[in-house]
Every structure is written in structure tokens, then in C-alpha cells.
């Protein structure tokens, strides 16, 4: 007799919507012989934004330097690249040893909650959220707090929501910025005031800035580890957004302020880091390259840029669609729409979503997959060039206008 083979209940609570049932079922569709417009992962080489030329040069001239493991927080000449570029930014006291090079931003942000909590340890996490953060920190036996992100005003985190939600279980305090789902970008101000925080109630900063180069119009990108020197923060960051690198799953983190207060958990991350042995280390060998380099990045978000053409694109199809409000991104490669509940009423956000796949051939991913706690929202990705996008939103407005109907 065979006897079943159950998960682990560790993953009872862990959610991964992005890539979630809706993307099997785009997948089975696929299988049958239909084309799907995906709009659903920020991956951008897929839509033919190469990653920068100097990145391939570098990793295939050091190939043969790369048979071996590193060590196991990365190259030397990685680390010194994140390091000095850090310096630049005002982070002067980051050592070598405060960088970490990981498998991408992911497996870093599991390793530095891994490290972290205990049962029922408590981490504010913003709603939405990027959902790994908080599916890593319940896969660590820790409880995701979600607090506001008010859509009135841009997306701005509500502080006084997160000031409400501290207790005496909450270790850490997560901003994503520019933050993926919304495309916000925060304001000075909200970041020193979420800094001020959360020195006053001791908590340490997981600050994930992934998209920190990909910025519209006048957008500004202020560095949370910058703004003052008390508090412990882990900032995340890598070569899979802005160097259109995510296959090659690379990515760092940085510690800095009180470290010596911290010892006992950089103790923690570095079991862990020692464990997995090292990341990729040909993929290692574009870092350097990528941080020193011309920053390409540039060209696409600039006035007449690829990437801003088509944000500008999106976000006025999808406005014109009767029902359809958005904030538009200042940054990231995202369109956050609120589709009016009172036009649209849309009782299970999945199912909505999978019926659009299922009827218009076009995946996106359901607001609640980011922890957003209503099913007003959807999350379009802007990476498909123009002509895809008409389509696609062109879909998305015959839907609507059936489902209204409906
Ligand atoms: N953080 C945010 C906010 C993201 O949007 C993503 C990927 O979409 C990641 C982290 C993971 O990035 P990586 O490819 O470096 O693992």
C-alpha cells in the first residue's frame, strides 16, 4: 500500500500567486496551441530588453575563473563594486563583509528571515506587497503583518497604520521602494519618517530597492539606509530589474548601521550563507560590470524611452476604460488599476482573473495575490511593446464591458 505524501505544514500558510494555479492554467492553454498575452511577470529580456552587452563580456571572459565556489558572501571584486557603489551614495561605513551576493534578491530575502524569527515573531510588511516577503516570513515560522499603502495619496505607506500595528512581537519593518505592485516612489519625507520610526521602537529595516534605477519623470530615489545611522538595516538589490539580468539570478544585500548590536543575528545569516556554500559565480562576474558600466537603464526610462513609452501607453488605455482609475507609477515596471466596485463588482478576484485568461487569452495577476486585502485591483505588467499592449488592454476592456453586463 501506498501511503500519501503530504507537504509540509510549514507551507500552510505560504502563497506565491504570481506564478500561482492561474499560470498553470495559461500554461495548459499554451500546451493546447493558444497564444496568451502575458502580462503577468516583471522578466524583461522575454521582451527584448537585453541586458547590457558589457554584462556577457564579463561572464564569459571569467568562465574559466568561475569552475569553483566562492566565497560564500561572493567574489571579492563583486562585494567591492556594491560596496564603493553604496560609498557613493552616502553609506560610508559598509565593509566588504556587510555584503552578501545571493541567487537574486529572492533567496536573500528568505536567508535574512530564516535568520531572523522565531515562532509568532511579527514583521510589518506592506499591503500590497511583493508577496515573497511576506511568504518568506510565515515560511520562518514568523507572522506577516500587513500595513497600509493609501492609494489617495500615491501609494505612500500609512505610517500612523504601521505606528498601530507595532507590538511587542514586531522584530522588523519591510519598505519596498519603488515598490512593486503600485509603482510608488516614495517621498523623502515618508521614508525619514518610517526611519524615525522605527528607530523609536527599535525595529531593524529590511529595505528592498530593487527598482531603485528604473524612475519616471521627476522621480527621486532616496536610499532608507541613508537617512540616519541608528538603525540596523538590510537593504536588497540586484541585476535582475534595471540590467535586465533575472535569469542570470543575481543579486545582493547590505548591512549597515549598528552592526555590533546586530552580531548575533549577521552570526545567523552567515550559517546560512556558509549552507547554500555560494551563489552563481559566473553570474557573480557581472556585477562589477554592471554597477561600474554606462547605465543603460537610462535610455529606457528617459523622455522618448522604451520603458517610459510604454507606461505612458498603459496607463492611458487602461484610464480610458469606463471604471478604471490607476495612480500612475513613478516607478518599476508595474500598473496597480482599481476597477470601481461599484461599476465592477468582483467577488473573487482569482476566479476574475482566471475567466479573463480563459475568455480573452490574457494573463495578469489578481490584486489579492499581493496581499491586498480587497478584489478591486489588478496587476498589469508594461513590459510588451506597443502594439501587444493595445491588444491586451483592449481585452481587458471588452471584458469589462461584458462582465458589467453580466
Ligand atoms: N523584490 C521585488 C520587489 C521584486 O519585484 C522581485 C522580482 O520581481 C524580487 C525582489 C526578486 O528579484 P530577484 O530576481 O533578484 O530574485
Redesign the pocket.
Known amino acids: 500500500m501506498i501511503d500519501n505524501i503530504y507537504k509540509s505544514q510549514k507551507l500552510a500558510d505560504v502563497c506565491y500567486d504570481?506564478r500561482g494555479p492561474v499560470m498553470e492554467e495559461a500554461r495548459r492553454l499554451e500546451e493546447e496551441g493558444f497564444r496568451v498575452l502575458k502580462l503577468n511577470?516583471?522578466n524583461p529580456a522575454p521582451f527584448g530588453f537585453d541586458a547590457p552587452d558589457e554584462l556577457f563580456h564579463d561572464v564569459i571572459l571569467n568562465m574559466r575563473n568561475a569552475q569553483g565556489y566562492s566565497d560564500s558572501k561572493g567574489l571579492f571584486s563583486a562585494r567591492k563594486a556594491v560596496m564603493q557603489h553604496y560609498q557613493k551614495r552616502g553609506l560610508l561605513d559598509v565593509q566588504i563583509d556587510d555584503i552578501y551576493i545571493?541567487?537574486?534578491?529572492?533567496?536573500l530575502?528568505s536567508m535574512s528571515m530564516n535568520a531572523l524569527l522565531n515562532n509568532g515573531d511579527e514583521v510589518l510588511i506592506p499591503a500590497p506587497d511583493?508577496p515573497?516577503?511576506t511568504a518568506s516570513v510565515s515560511l520562518s515560522g514568523g507572522t506577516p503583518v500587513h500595513y497600509m499603502c493609501d492609494e489617495q495619496s500615491d501609494w505612500q505607506p500609512d505610517v500612523a497604520d504601521i505606528e498601530k500595528k507595532i507590538t511587542d512581537k514586531t522584530r522588523a519593518l519591510v519598505v519596498?521602494n519603488p515598490?512593486?505592485p503600485t509603482g510608488s516612489v516614495y517621498s523623502r519625507d515618508v521614508l525619514q519618517q518610517l526611519y524615525n520610526l522605527a528607530a523609536r521602537h527599535k525595529l531593524m529595516l529590511f529595505a528592498?530597492e530593487?527598482?531603485d534605477k528604473i524612475l519616471y519623470d521627476d522621480a527621486e530615489h532616496v536610499s532608507l539606509a541613508t537617512l540616519g545611522e541608528e538603525v540596523f538595516c538590510v537593504t536588497?538589490n540586484?541585476?535582475?530589474?534595471a540590467y535586465r539580468a533575472?535569469g542570470f539570478?543575481?543579486?545582493w544585500m547590505l548591512l549597515s548601521g549598528p552592526k555590533l548590536r546586530a552580531r548575533d543575528y549577521i552570526d545567523g545569516l552567515d550559517i546560512l550563507a556558509n549552507m547554500r556554500l555560494c551563489s552563481n559565480v559566473p553570474a557573480q562576474y557581472a556585477i562589477q560590470a554592471s554597477l561600474g558600466g554606462y547605465q543603460s537603464i537610462n535610455d529606457l526610462v528617459l523622455p522618448g524611452g522604451r520603458l517610459r513609452e510604454q507606461r505612458d501607453l498603459a496607463y492611458r488605455l487602461l484610464t480610458d476604460i469606463p471604471g478604471v482609475t490607476c495612480v500612475k507609477p513613478r516607478g518599476?515596471l508595474y500598473l496597480f488599476p482599481r476597477l470601481d466596485p461599484e461599476k465592477l463588482p468582483i467577488a473573487n478576484d482569482q476566479e476574475f482573473i482566471l475567466r479573463l485568461l480563459i475568455e480573452k487569452r490574457l494573463l495578469l495577476v489578481q490584486g489579492s495575490g499581493f496581499n491586498w486585502p480587497g478584489t478591486d485591483h489588478v496587476r498589469v505588467v508594461f513590459l510588451p511593446d506597443k502594439d501587444t499592449l493595445i491588444d491586451a488592454i483592449g481585452r481587458l476592456r471588452d471584458f469589462i464591458g461584458k462582465y458589467q453586463g453580466d
Open positions: 504570481i511577470i516583471g545571493g541567487n537574486g534578491v529572492s533567496e530575502i511583493y515573497l516577503w519596498i515598490n512593486n528592498d530593487i527598482y536588497f540586484g541585476l535582475s530589474k533575472a539570478r543575481s543579486g518599476a
